[in-house]
């Protein structure tokens, strides 16, 4: 199905649809949500995309991360902004298009960290409301069906096992230089400690989410599970295109 027929049925049924996707690091939510957002006529807003364009603005400040009154300092001086592109959002901090420099393990590291703050998250949460209060979106994140829309018509929690979403995230660094997989999954399993134990909005299933795991699936299988999930809550066929 395109996403012009997607658009159309959406329109027909006279839905705003909001898809929320939460989950831990590594478990393929930005390609799950891209998919998703082509494949029914919606708008892709990556919200971790934001938190490590934050984190970039941090550490070329040269500012420590475990300190909430500089960053909150920072985040009052800082715009952030996502606009759709043909593969990924084209990220804009302070309008510089910072895309292709926020996928470092430091940012992303980096943005794990600044998150754990009530007020940064705060922040970022009303920026997120902000950006799909119009509906029509497919938004990924870490409290997306707990925090940023509880109300969202659809909730997933896309997991995996920590040893499989590690290898997963090995694969994808290019070049490997002298990064071990064991590397990979030791720091993986650190920020899923971060992220589930903080005390704002820690990194849970919202009560009305629908649990995928994906640690026994392809992601073929994967993607063809959550487009079930989205079309039986348009009650359509999930059509492959």
């Given at each position: 199905m395109s996403k012009d027929e997607g658009s159309l049925r959406l329109e027909d049924q006279g839905r705003k649809l909001i898809v929320a996707i939460d989950g831990p690091a590594g478990a393929g939510k930005s390609t799950i949500a891209r998919h998703l957002a082509q494949h029914f006529g919606l708008l892709n807003l990556e919200t971790g995309a934001m938190y490590r364009a934050f984190a970039l603005k941090a550490l070329r400040a040269g500012l420590p991360l475990n300190q909430s009154a500089a960053l909150e300092k920072l985040a009052a001086e800082t715009t952030l902004r996502l606009e759709p592109g043909e593969e990924n959002n084209c990220v804009l901090l302070d309008d510089e298009d910072v895309t292709g420099l926020i996928r470092s393990q430091m940012v992303t590291d980096g943005a794990s960290k600044v998150s754990v703050f009530p007020a940064i998250r705060a922040w970022m949460v009303r920026m997120q409301q902000e950006l799909g209060a119009s509906g029509g979106v497919v938004m990924e994140g870490r409290d997306i069906g707990t925090v940023v829309f509880p109300h969202a018509?659809?909730?997933?929690?896309?997991?995996?096992?920590?040893?499989?979403?590690?290898?997963?995230?090995?694969?994808?660094?290019?070049?490997?230089?002298?990064?071990?997989?064991?590397?990979?999954?030791?720091?993986?399993?650190?920020?899923?400690?971060?992220?589930?134990?903080?005390?704002?909005?820690?990194?849970?299933?919202?009560?009305?989410?629908?649990?995928?795991?994906?640690?026994?699936?392809?992601?073929?299988?994967?993607?063809?599970?959550?487009?079930?999930?989205?079309?039986?809550?348009?009650?359509?066929?999930?059509?492959?295109?």
């Open positions: 018509e659809v909730k997933i929690f896309l997991d995996a096992a920590p040893e499989v979403r590690g290898m997963r995230r090995f694969d994808q660094i290019v070049p490997k230089t002298s990064v071990q997989p064991e590397e990979v999954i030791r720091d993986l399993r650190e920020r899923d400690l971060r992220d589930r134990n903080r005390a704002d909005s820690p990194l849970k299933p919202a009560p009305d989410s629908v649990l995928l795991d994906s640690t026994h699936m392809t992601l073929e299988e994967t993607v063809a599970a959550a487009e079930s999930i989205v079309a039986a809550k348009l009650h359509q066929p999930a059509y492959r295109s």
